[in-house]
């Protein structure tokens, strides 16, 4: 984002941009970006850059994560913005209008998407400007479009004007572009609304911001939103003026809270949350110091003999002594194989979310254990059993860029990374397999099924475990007891006209007090050189179960994957024990991943859905390297948008939380969300752990190379 | 948003709760709500712990014991101090580690790493400061600092920088005096960011005392050598 003035001249950090470099296999990312929080901006009530009630042209920084709430004359709004490049961000909003009486509902609930785009920066005499359309794929209730210009004005004032359209175009038109067509009666949402953007009256709005301090800012606005219907037939508020005026407070750089009198006769309020997936919660890593390198003694250099491999005693306590220093940092080793001058271990990381600060570790610890002679180190991730690369690195390189300057881009430069499926494993390591892990551990679940009653939920126990009997081969199971939840307040059902697959949800939440979640029986396997494999049988996610069938190609320096996955599955009872219902489908995709640099990933998925239709999944996602993921997708099939229903096609958001980012210490654990408008039935896929891309691809050069800063931490 | 508002919810209530989570202990293998009443439940233990000793406490005395190289360090922003034992040396490098498992590396007594502190130094250019100590002269130089940003991404910081020397000081590091010349480094960034870096250098070359620039996060950290 172009900094301000205004912001630039708070930003006096020793360090405020890192270079470019170019972002090749492998070269270690070095980014643009400050030490420092960057200010937020302000966010008006739709959740956007914007004064009170309009929009503004300014961008909120890259990668930042908002949810705010408002509340003004019975209209509450719960927005989500992400700024998913530099120039783009999407909103997705619910909004409730109370007492609205629209559409056979007292209080009217509405979901919405936003999309803006910034055209200009701001120059030195050039304003910002930002095109925008808002509700632009929902029932087209909020519906406006807009294109509006901020410039700052020195580091306290900040001054917008824009033209809108649709709902922005209501209030003072000063002429109009064609007819804007209206939403055709029944109209079921989800489709874009192109004949009508930026057409009918078009009216002007603008805006002033003044900072007296860092923390407060006061807000005048002129609105050219009429609230036509909200005022004038359903007397929700009375509309007695086009101006607001409000002041907003940084309690923190993340969380902002706002007063205002809106439109001549009413109050308004609004609180934000503003993350950054590139600001940690919590600065750095509070992991303990890693073992520094263990160098060799260079003049002892004739004593480096491969003698010691003559007693076969001698690598047995090589191996029982790396399995404990393994287990020190977090880790397990399941295999090593050493040999006069090499050694490779596998290993399971289960603690460090960032992948080369575990096998920089694992690197380091080594140093202190393997006999001189040992120059050739290899450390093989294994995910599942399986492993997913191998990487390998030089001891002395090891020794010689420890404390360089450039030693992260130096040991980069020198490791290896390549496909590990025809290794040796070398020999188990004591009590690496059969291996079970379980947990008892409390569950919260929550569901959007009733516009009537948006918030149900329940909490509880949940106990689940795994066992691995040999490399790949795993058994795992998990049951969910009931404690407390309020599901059943609504008495919501299904009005789908196709299998209900997806949208008995309901049911499946208020009849299961103990769930069996899943209980399966799984064997990941390597075919060859850079291939997959995965089949998995039993009762595969809480609406059915079945056998399934997985295969990735996906070359470790690879930005493309290919995948093709088969299942059979048969409907679950709605009380998750072990009954089935009569609805069986025979449900596959073939899949297309594709990195393209920078985080930015996209895929495409076609092929057979659970409602038995064909289509195909887009989706694009962007991955932060400290594991933070935003994304959204769309799924289109051979489902009429009438069978559909409300919403007309499959579509959603999905945010994905590192626990690490938010608690400062190293964890594999991640916390996700799934934001959908409705779940209906066409273009749903089988939900189920362990699938392929996800679980591989993290330890493929591209992934590694994006995070190799952490290599030495 | 009901949703996230419903999941947060539902976490604090399960913490409240009080629905210990148990497992076999292997980490991945829990789940975020776990992870998150542990972390959680761990932070707020650690904020009641009784705090460990003052390192400014110490005295020579204290010390008779000790062996080997052992130095104090200090951080200003968080009035965090502990002594560091030399753990281990490679390449010039020393690497210095706490009993709570915090290190630094330093090059002659010049910064050039942290590891496990909540803002760390990747990697810090060396050369050109010693090069500038070892003389009672002005001299400018450059040198690059590396951190890792929020996002886990290397952020270089290109610094110029100008040492002078400031004069002969005595100084006293834990009831032992020491004559030093005291040296200052002052760097700036293309952005507007200055730091200043001070040194007390002894006759025989020991940099007894240094002040010197950590992290954003964590400022300055301040190294007195207790023994050589």
Not at chain 1, 605 to 624: C, I, K, M, N
Not at chain 2, 60 to 80: F, H, T, V
Not at chain 2, 153 to 161: T, V
């Amino acid at each position: 984002m172009p900094v301000s003035k205004r912001y630039r001249s708070r930003q006096r950090a020793i360090v405020r941009k890192g270079r470019v470099a170019a972002l090749t296999c492998c070269a270690v990312a070095a980014s643009t970006g400050s030490v420092l929080p960057e200010p937020a901006g302000s966010l008006n009530l739709y959740g956007v850059p914007g004064t009170i009630d309009m929009p503004s042209g300014e961008s909120a920084p890259d990668a930042q994560l908002s949810m705010t709430l408002s509340s003004f004359a019975g209209i509450q709004r719960t927005n989500l913005s992400f700024q998913l490049t530099d120039r783009i961000s999407a909103s997705f909003r619910y909004s409730k209008f109370k007492d609205l009486n629209l559409g056979g509902y007292v209080d009217y609930y509405d979901r919405s998407f936003d999309i803006r785009f910034r055209l200009l920066d701001e120059g030195k005499y050039m304003p910002a400007v930002t095109v925008g359309l808002q509700d632009f794929l929902g029932t087209g209730y909020s519906s406006a479009e807009y294109v509006v210009a901020t410039k700052n004005l020195g580091d306290k004032v900040k001054v917008s004007a824009g033209l809108g359209w649709g709902r922005f175009g209501s209030h003072g038109s000063i002429g109009s572009i064609g007819t804007r067509p209206d939403r055709s009666a029944g109209d079921l949402g989800g489709t874009l609304n192109t004949a009508q953007w930026f057409r009918g009256p078009v009216a002007p709005f603008a805006g002033l911001q003044f900072a007296p301090t860092d923390k407060l800012t006061l807000k005048f606005e002129y609105s050219s939103d009429a609230y036509t219907l909200e005022s004038d037939s359903r007397d929700l508020f009375e509309r007695a003026s086009p101006f607001n005026i409000g002041a907003e407070y940084k309690l923190s750089d993340s969380f902002h809270v706002g007063a205002y009198y809106m439109y001549g006769s009413t109050l308004g309020f609004s609180a934000s949350l503003i993350l950054n997936p590139k600001k940690p919660a919590l600065p750095g890593s509070n992991a303990k110091a890693p073992l520094p390198v263990k160098p060799r003694d260079r003049s002892a250099l004739d004593s480096w003999g491969t003698e010691w491999t003559a007693d076969p005693a001698n690598t047995d306590t090589i191996r029982r002594v790396s399995a404990e220093a393994v287990a020190n940092e977090g880790m397990l080793l399941e295999h090593m194989q050493v040999t006069g001058n090499t050694a490779t271990l596998r290993i399971r990381n289960t603690r460090y979310d960032a992948e080369p600060m575990a096998i920089g570790r694992v690197m380091r610890a080594m140093s202190y254990i393997l006999p001189p002679s040992v120059e050739v180190i290899s450390v093989v991730p294994v995910v599942n059993g399986i492993p997913a690369s191998a990487v390998t690195i030089r001891r002395s390189d090891l020794e010689r860029f420890e404390n360089l300057p450039d030693g992260t881009e130096q040991i980069l430069a020198a490791a290896e990374i390549t496909d590990a499926a025809d290794q040796p494993r070398g020999i188990e390591a004591e009590g690496a397999y059969p291996r079970l892990s379980w947990a008892i551990e409390p569950y919260a679940t929550i569901g959007v099924f009733d516009p009537r009653n948006p918030v149900l939920g329940d909490v509880g126990l949940r106990a689940r475990g795994s066992f691995e009997v040999a490399p790949g081969f795993v058994l795992s199971g998990s049951v969910t007891q009931r404690v407390y939840g309020n599901y059943d307040e609504s008495d919501r059902v299904s009005d789908s006209v196709l299998p209900h697959v997806r949208s008995d949800a309901l049911r499946y939440a208020q009849e299961g007090s103990t769930v069996l979640e899943h209980l399966t029986a799984s064997y990941y396997f390597r075919p060859g050189k850079d291939l997959y494999g995965r089949v998995s049988a039993g009762y595969l996610e809480r609406m059915f179960g079945g056998v399934s069938a997985e295969v990735l190609w996906k070359p470790v320096d690879s930005r493309l994957a290919l995948g093709a996955e088969a299942n059979w599955v048969k409907q679950r009872d709605f009380d998750g024990g072990f009954g089935f219902q009569d609805y069986s489908v025979v449900t596959g995709h073939v899949s297309a991943y594709y990195a393209l640099g920078n985080g930015y990933l996209t895929s495409i998925q076609a092929g057979r859905y659970l409602a038995g239709d064909w289509g195909a999944t887009v989706a694009l996602d962007r991955e932060f390297a400290n594991g933070w993921k935003v994304g959204a997708f769309a799924t289109l099939t051979d489902v009429s948008h009438e069978d559909f229903g409300e919403g007309s096609f499959d579509k959603g958001i999905r945010v994905e939380v590192p626990l690490s980012w938010l608690l400062g210490k190293p964890t594999t654990s991640t916390t996700g969300m799934v934001l959908r408008p409705l779940v209906r039935d066409g273009g749903q896929m089988l939900e189920m752990e362990g699938r392929l891309y996800d679980s591989v691809r993290d330890y493929h050069s591209l992934e590694l190379s994006r995070e190799w800063g952490m290599f030495w931490r | 948003m009901g949703d996230v508002l419903a999941m947060i919810r539902g976490m604090v209530l399960a913490l409240a709760l009080g629905l210990a989570a148990c497992s076999s202990g292997g980490e991945g293998t829990t789940s975020p709500l776990t992870e998150a009443t542990r972390l959680i439940t761990q932070k707020i233990k650690g904020r009641n712990k009784a705090p460990p000793p003052p390192a400014a406490q110490l005295t020579r005395a204290a010390l008779e014991d000790a062996k080997g190289p052992l130095i104090l360090a200090s951080i200003e922003r968080s009035k965090a101090a502990a002594t560091l034992r030399l753990a281990r040396q490679n390449g010039g490098y020393g690497t210095w580690v706490s009993l709570d498992k915090l290190s630094v590396t330093l090059k002659q007594g010049v910064l050039s790493a942290s590891r496990g502190l909540p803002g760390d130094l990747l990697a810090g250019e060396t050369d050109a400061t010693l090069a500038a100590l070892r003389t009672d002269e002005s001299s400018s130089y450059g040198k690059v600092m590396r951190y890792i940003g929020g996002d886990r991404q290397i952020l270089k910081s290109r610094l110029s920088c100008r040492m002078d020397p400031v004069g002969a000081e005595t100084i006293e590091i834990l009831e032992r005096s020491h004559a030093t010349r005291h040296m200052a480094e002052v760097c700036s960034d293309s952005y507007g960011g200055t730091i200043r870096n001070d040194y007390w250098i002894g006759d025989d070359g020991t940099l007894w005392q240094s002040r010197q620039y950590l992290h954003p996060v964590m400022g300055y950290i301040t190294f007195q050598q207790l023994l050589k």
